[in-house]
């Protein structure tokens, strides 16, 4: 039988336990952007080719979570001198092989991108996909860090050696 002085010792080292001795739920990856949140986008006009011109924009990124956690929707919307982007990002969790899916469609595209493969490790997420460019495969690495309550940066990269050098094409900075 287990006494209150032990039942209250139990109790105790579980509050003091580090966060890294306990199992991370996996599903709870994205809850820190689940919301909605005021986006700035820079995006290379022609990746891969030379060019340094640059594009910006300015709107919403608003971030659902479905599927008690194993899935969430990302709606961008956001419109610059260039135009407007409408993109629609579903990320799911694969518990088998322990890692997120993010797959995107635009509003004008009508049809999602090959999915980018990863997770998270260390407070920072990498996701790893392979498209094709100008009928040239690439890879696709999506990076996602400097998560803070009040900010966070994503970062897109092309690299048409299979992964050997990247040229940043995206990058995106979400504020509360």
Known sequence: MINA????LAFALLLVLPAQAQERDPRRDFDFEIGSWNTHVKR???????????????GTSVVRKVWDGKANIVELD???PS???QALSLRLYDPDKKVW?????TAFGGEMSPPAIGGFKEGRGEFIGHETLGGKPIV????ISDIRPDSIRFEQAFSADGGKTWEVNWIATDTR
């Open 44 to 58: 290379r006009v022609k990746p891969l080719t030379g060019s340094d011109t640059w594009v910006e924009y300015s």
């Open 5 to 8: 002085f032990t039942a209250c």
């Open 140 to 143: 696709v690495r999506f990076v």
């Open 83 to 85: 135009g407007r982007i």
């Open 78 to 80: 956001v419109t610059g």
């Open 101 to 105: 899916s993010l797959n995107v469609a």
